[in-house]
């Protein structure tokens, strides 16, 4: 079976991004994928500030990541960049680790002003992991949405609502259109 894997950025217990991601799961569920998720919290902090790249705090996640075909990112805004935590983990991964997967970039912002951070600061870094297939991506503000005591997002924009879901078909679309990395 196809797999979709999930990262989050975001090192806040309570995360819209985190939410945004516990959709994505349910809906690729829904439509027989496999899923994996991995947030900053599930990784010790000194392996990843010091950069332990052989820690087997790791081995999970590089192993799911391996055998996945598509990836959901999603991280926060931080100074106007995506969040340094999950620069810190996207640092551990082998050089071409997302070479072959289509990706999917989820971002969530105070402000509008900083919507192109999906496009100058987290596609570029990706591309440099090896993604080629690089969807969108969607970029939510906060007003926008809300942690529901679920953890899921409750939005208060149907557009943005519809645009999330779509960007969620086409992920699940091309990760089933794909054999599994690892058959
Ligand atoms: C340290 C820090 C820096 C932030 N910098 C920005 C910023 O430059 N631009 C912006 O739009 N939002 C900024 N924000 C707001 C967050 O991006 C926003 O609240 C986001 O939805 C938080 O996501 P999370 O709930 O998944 O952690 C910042 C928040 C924090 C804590």
């Known amino acids: 079976m196809p797999s ?14 985190a939410a945004l991601l516990n959709q994505a799961r349910a809906r690729f569920a829904g439509a027989g994928l496999d899923t994996h998720l991995f947030t900053l919290r599930d990784f010790p902090a000194e392996d990843l500030i010091l950069g332990r790249y052989d820690s087997p705090a790791f081995d999970s996640l590089k192993k799911h990541l391996e055998a996945a075909s598509a ?27 997302l070479r072959g997967k289509t990706i999917l970039p989820l971002v969530t912002g105070g402000s509008p002003a900083h919507q192109l951070v999906i496009d100058y600061a987290l596609k570029p870094v990706l591309a440099a992991l090896g993604a ?4 969108q991506g969607v970029y939510v503000v906060d007003k926008q949405v809300s ?19 779509t960007a969620f078909s086409a992920l699940a679309a091309a990760a089933l259109s794909r054999q599994p990395a690892h058959a």
Do not use: M, N
Not at 155 to 163: G, M, P, V
């Open 4 to 17: 979709i894997l999930l990262i989050s950025g975001s090192p806040s217990a309570s995360s819209r991004s």
């Open 132 to 135: 080629t297939d690089l969807h």
């Open 71 to 97: 990836v959901v990112v999603a991280t926060p805004v931080y100074k106007a960049a995506y969040a340094g935590g999950l620069k810190a983990l996207l640092d551990i991964l082998p050089q071409t680790a």
């Open 147 to 165: 942690v529901g005591p679920d953890g899921t997002p409750q939005f208060s924009d149907s557009e943005l609502a519809f645009r999330v879901e």
